[in-house]
């Protein structure tokens, strides 16, 4: 409280914290203003039934992040995710495509020019999206099989202006999320990711002592709080690999010899993981959704009554297995495109450093990779804990599938994770700022 007081009492700090604030309500009042064509008072009673039911949907990670505004069917519906999924891709193309990495080693210009790539490619993607979406909508798929969302006198060219809405809403978003970044506080996407878990925890935790009982939910918060300590025990978690730097030469200067240490994070993919395996086992339920009829005599198939039942269930023992492994896959294959010893260990060694016991170039490349190997085996144990933990409970009759599947809802390890790693993140960046305006040096 001290600190959040001190941010206040800072002219240029209290302004960003405002300006992010605003961002913030201007972003959930978005997210609830309806699409042209959507019947509101039908969706929201919809919406509300499978709430309190406790209904899965294979919607949950983009509804999470959207903070509910996905099957509410607004114009900011699509959310955050079309940028997310573009970042994630661009960065994987660096290792693909030979002019993105020439890009990466530019600095900014070459990070500008991505950046330009990737609100390209997060246009396509949101059109993408919101097409099936309002298409699912049209053929009353996207809430269950027969529900009618949208009005009847809805046509062609109303559904052309609903995609045309939505995707315009993802560029919006995109936009806030930037401004946020450069005239805010914290990461703006991260942020805005934030506000539309936290927004869900009051309705979600309403449902589940009306549905559960105060015993429930007192024991949901307990677990909430233990679940909180241990994600920030693993998420500031460390290995320090003691560096030393030789005495050199730079001019006239003769620079001393130095000790430090080169951190590397337990947790090292953040969240990646997950929203790559939840994307994995969603693509499949939405392909067959739009192409399959809604004749239930047709759809009686193989498809549909195993690999469909698999992956609609997230309380199956199957699907456990294979979000968790995909999970783990994710972890070690993000980190290998993000991360190279290689270039770690040509780096120490031109500027003179060394691992004390290992010697330069290749040796310390394979000791780095060594090093990253076993700490990856925990992070992505650790992250495949954090995800799968709420579909376990619901296997075991603990709880209740609160918010939707793959563990999504509010209450699940996924939005724990974000909101605490947001939350960290942004805290440091206050206190950084905080001490950048304090510091008064030796001249008052």
Same mark, same amino acid.
């Given at each position: 409280?001290?600190?959040?007081?001190?941010?206040?009492r800072?002219a240029?700090?209290?302004?960003?914290?405002?300006?992010?604030?605003?961002?913030?309500?201007?972003?959930?009042?978005?997210? /609830?203003?309806?699409?042209p064509?959507?019947?509101y008072?039908?969706?929201?009673?919809?919406?509300?039934s499978?709430?309190?039911d =406790?209904?899965?949907s294979?919607?949950?990670?983009?509804?999470?992040f959207s903070?509910?505004?996905l099957l509410?069917?607004?114009?900011?519906?699509?959310?955050i995710m079309? %940028?997310?999924?573009?970042?994630i891709?661009?960065?994987?193309?660096t290792?693909?495509?030979?002019?993105f990495? /020439?890009?990466?080693?530019?600095?900014?210009?070459g990070?500008a020019?991505m950046?330009e790539?990737?609100?390209?490619?997060?246009?396509?993607?949101?059109?993408?999206?919101s097409?099936?979406?309002v298409a699912?909508?049209?053929?009353?798929?996207?809430?269950?099989?027969g529900v009618r969302?949208?009005?009847?006198?809805t046509?062609?060219?109303g559904?052309?202006?609903?995609?045309?809405?939505?995707?315009? =809403?993802?560029?919006l978003?995109?936009w806030m999320?930037?401004?946020?970044?450069d005239?805010?506080?914290?990461?703006?996407?991260?942020?805005?990711?934030?506000?539309?878990?936290?927004?869900?925890l009051p309705?979600?935790?309403?449902?589940?002592?009306r549905?559960?009982?105060?015993?429930?939910?007192?024991?949901?918060?307990?677990?909430?709080?233990?679940?909180v300590?241990?994600v920030?025990?693993i998420?500031?978690?460390?290995?320090?690999v003691?560096?030393?730097?030789?005495?050199?030469?730079?001019?006239?200067? +003769?620079?001393?010899?130095?000790?430090t240490?080169?951190p590397l994070?337990v947790n090292?993919?953040g969240?990646?993981?997950?929203?790559?395996?939840?994307?994995?086992?969603?693509?499949p339920?939405?392909?067959?959704?739009?192409?399959?009829?809604?004749?239930?005599?047709?759809?009686?198939?193989?498809?549909?009554?195993?690999?469909m039942?698999?992956?609609?269930?997230?309380s199956?023992?199957?699907?456990?297995?294979?979000?968790?492994?995909l999970i783990?896959?994710?972890?070690?294959f993000?980190?290998s495109?993000?991360?190279d010893p %290689?270039?770690q260990?040509?780096?120490?060694k031109?500027?003179?450093?060394?691992i004390?016991?290992?010697?330069?170039?290749r040796?310390?490349?394979?000791?780095?990779?060594?090093?990253?190997?076993?700490?990856l085996?925990?992070g992505?144990?650790?992250?495949?804990?954090?995800?799968?933990?709420?579909?376990?409970?619901? /296997?075991?009759?603990?709880?209740?599938?609160?918010g939707g599947?793959?563990?999504m809802?509010?209450f699940?390890g996924?939005?724990?994770l974000?909101?605490?790693?947001v939350?960290l993140?942004t805290?440091?960046q206050?206190?950084s700022q905080?001490m +950048?305006?304090?510091?008064?040096?030796?001249l008052k």
């Amino acid at each position: 409280m001290t600190a959040l007081l001190s941010a206040f009492r800072d002219a240029d700090l209290r302004k960003k914290i405002l300006f992010t604030i605003a961002m913030i309500i201007l972003f959930r009042i978005g997210s /609830q203003i309806p699409t042209p064509g959507v019947d509101y008072e039908e969706i929201t009673e919809q919406v509300r039934s499978l709430t309190e039911d =406790g209904q899965t949907s294979m919607y949950s990670l983009i509804n999470m992040f959207s903070g509910g505004a996905l099957l509410q069917l607004s114009i900011f519906a699509i959310g955050i995710m079309p %940028y997310i999924t573009a970042s994630i891709i661009v960065q994987l193309l660096t290792v693909v495509i030979p002019r993105f990495e /020439q890009l990466k080693k530019e600095g900014q210009s070459g990070q500008a020019k991505m950046t330009e790539y990737t609100r390209y490619l997060t246009v396509a993607l949101a059109l993408l999206q919101s097409a099936g979406i309002v298409a699912l909508a049209d053929r009353k798929q996207l809430l269950g099989s027969g529900v009618r969302v949208l009005h009847e006198d809805t046509g062609v060219f109303g559904l052309v202006m609903m995609v045309v809405i939505m995707t315009a =809403g993802a560029v919006l978003v995109m936009w806030m999320g930037e401004l946020i970044t450069d005239r805010g506080v914290g990461n703006g996407m991260s942020l805005l990711i934030f506000a539309g878990i936290a927004t869900q925890l009051p309705s979600q935790g309403m449902n589940i002592l009306r549905n559960s009982g105060g015993f429930v939910f007192a024991g949901v918060i307990v677990a909430l709080l233990i679940l909180v300590v241990g994600v920030i025990f693993i998420e500031q978690g460390q290995r320090r690999v003691p560096v030393q730097y030789a005495k050199r030469m730079v001019g006239r200067r +003769q620079y001393g010899e130095t000790s430090t240490y080169l951190p590397l994070k337990v947790n090292q993919a953040g969240v990646i993981p997950v929203i790559f395996a939840s994307s994995m086992l969603t693509v499949p339920i939405l392909v067959t959704q739009i192409i399959q009829s809604g004749d239930s005599a047709q759809n009686d198939n193989w498809w549909n009554r195993n690999v469909m039942r698999i992956l609609t269930d997230p309380s199956d023992w199957i699907y456990i297995v294979i979000f968790a492994l995909l999970i783990i896959f994710f972890s070690f294959f993000y980190v290998s495109v993000q991360y190279d010893p %290689y270039d770690q260990a040509e780096n120490m060694k031109k500027y003179g450093g060394f691992i004390p016991g290992i010697r330069p170039g290749r040796p310390t490349a394979e000791y780095l990779g060594y090093v990253m190997n076993r700490l990856l085996i925990v992070g992505s144990v650790y992250l495949a804990v954090i995800a799968i933990l709420p579909n376990i409970a619901i /296997q075991l009759g603990l709880s209740t599938n609160q918010g939707g599947g793959n563990g999504m809802g509010a209450f699940g390890g996924t939005a724990i994770l974000i909101m605490v790693s947001v939350a960290l993140t942004t805290v440091k960046q206050i206190e950084s700022q905080l001490m +950048q305006a304090n510091y008064e040096g030796f001249l008052k």
